[in-house]
C-alpha cells in the first residue's frame, strides 16, 4: 500500500461502521502486463489487502464482498490506459445490495 491509502481506507472503515445496514464490495484490477494467471492473483492479493486493512480497524468481513477482475475487459492503448487499470474500486449500497 502507499502511504497516503492509510487516510482513505481510515475514511472507508468509517463509512462501513457508519453504515450498519449497508453492504460493500472491494474490486481488485490490473493492467494487461503479465500472464491472465498472474493477473487474477494480483487483483486477488489487492482486494485481500484492502480487507485485511480494513479488518484491523475493525470493520466486519462479513458485511464486504471480494471481486477478482485480472486483465479481463481491459482495452489498453498507452501507458497511462495501463496505470489506471492497477486499482482498487469500492462500491457502497446504503441499504444493502439487495434491498430496494
Known amino acids: 500500500l502507499k502511504p497516503e491509502s492509510a487516510a482513505r481506507i481510515d475514511e472507508l472503515a468509517k463509512q462501513i ?3 450498519p445496514k449497508g453492504s460493500f464490495e472491494i474490486h481488485g484490477h490490473t493492467d494487461t502486463k ?10 486477488k492479493k489487492r482486494a485481500n489487502t ?4 480494513l ?8 458485511k464486504i ?9 481491459k482495452h ?5 490506459d495501463m496505470s489506471l ?7 457502497f449500497y446504503k ?6
Open 95 to 100: 441499504e444493502g445490495k439487495n434491498d430496494n
Open 50 to 53: 484492502i480487507l485485511s486493512e
Open 55 to 62: 479488518m484491523k480497524r475493525g470493520v466486519d468481513y462479513h
Open 76 to 80: 489498453e492503448k498507452t501507458s497511462e
Open 65 to 73: 464482498g471480494l471481486f477478482y477482475h485480472g486483465e479481463k475487459n
Open 85 to 91: 487499470n492497477r486499482r482498487i474500486d469500492f462500491v
Open 34 to 43: 503479465g500472464s491472465e494467471p498472474y493477473n487474477f492473483n494480483l487483483s
Open 17 to 19: 461502521k457508519d453504515n
